[in-house]
């Protein structure tokens, strides 16, 4: 090796020279250099490049640069937000979880792996968004929300049914999960209905930091929603709480409340089980329509969003733990 002082000189003008370990140059003129890029997006990864190739190449005596890129690796959270049936509202909860825990300051993803039955495009607007790939990797599409995220529905047309066996959702799934979440700490995964095979896959090659479950109040929900339970309890995920959903119907017009699917079984229950009760949402017409028009309500600054903003909220404190 030759006298790398020059190489290193060269570099001091750099506004980002801290990320570039001590470069060497060989007896042939090949310089090398190795740049710290954790954090960095692609096209700042690139100019950064650019510009330390430059910078070596008009040392004398220098032929050609070698650059490698290094990283370190993000460290990074899923939820998983899971229901022992479907139709009850998980992929809503999932989606104002998301918007909520970015509002909070978490660098929040969604992952919609109900690859059998993929709604997150239409609630998060992403409808028609198609993701594209680099090296092999998914590239997460942002979503107007400041929520980037990935579904199957992305991937096939709407009105394409998905014949898959399991090992091929567990797979699609993978590719979701694994893809350039390059940013995001907190990854919110809506899981099918269930506990089978997408499930298994999933928390045995993900392990989630923890696990929502969703219900609605009546008992016939809560005995699906305690095999839920139950099956992350086996895995040893730990159970971040209990959501009840449609607690509670206020007409619009009288303002009597009325309870078409009971009320307070899911509290009854997270306390029958020992896990934290997260809180309620409401059987709120507002909720329905705010999203099938894409408009999550968590996203905004009226009554709806307040039930979504607490549970993220108990959520946030709870991964502290």
Request: net charge negative; proline share 7%; aromatic share 2%.
């Amino acid at each position: 090796m030759t006298d790398s002082a020059p190489l290193v000189a060269a570099l001091a003008a750099l506004s980002e020279a801290r990320r570039v370990a001590p470069p060497r140059l060989s007896a042939d003129g090949v310089a090398s250099a190795i740049l710290d890029v954790t954090g960095l997006e692609s096209g700042a990864r690139e100019a950064l490049e650019s510009a330390v190739r430059a910078a070596l190449l008009a040392v004398p005596g220098v032929r050609e640069v070698r650059v490698v890129q290094t990283a370190e690796k993000a460290e990074r959270r899923l939820i998983a937000v899971g229901s022992g049936k479907g139709g009850v509202g998980k992929s809503t909860l999932s989606a104002n979880l998301a918007i909520a825990l970015r509002r909070l300051g978490h660098r929040t993803g969604l992952v919609d792996a109900d690859i059998y039955g993929p709604s997150q495009p239409r609630l998060m607007a992403a409808e028609g968004e198609r993701p594209m790939a680099h090296d092999k990797q998914l590239l997460p599409v942002m979503t107007r929300w400041g929520v980037p995220m990935l579904s199957m529905g992305q991937l096939v047309a709407p009105e394409k049914a998905l014949a898959w066996r399991g090992p091929m959702a567990s797979g699609a799934l993978g590719q979701l999960v694994d893809a350039r979440w390059e940013h995001v700490d907190t990854l919110v995964v809506d899981l099918p209905p269930g506990t089978g095979d997408v499930q298994l896959s999933m928390i045995q090659k993900h392990r989630p930091a923890g696990a929502v479950i969703v219900s609605t109040p009546q008992d016939l929900a809560l005995i699906d929603a305690a095999r839920a339970i139950d099956l992350f309890n086996t895995a040893g995920v730990p159970i971040l709480g209990l959501v009840e959903n449609m607690a509670g119907y206020v007409c619009p017009h009288c303002g009597e409340v009325s309870d078409p699917f009971g009320q307070g079984g899911a509290e009854a229950e997270a306390a029958r089980l020992g896990i934290p009760f997260l809180g309620r949402v409401p059987l709120d017409i507002a909720i329905r329509r705010a999203s099938d028009a894409g408009e999550p309500p968590a996203a905004g600054e009226d009554a709806a969003a307040a039930p979504f903003l607490r549970i993220a909220e108990k959520v946030a404190e709870a991964l502290k733990h």
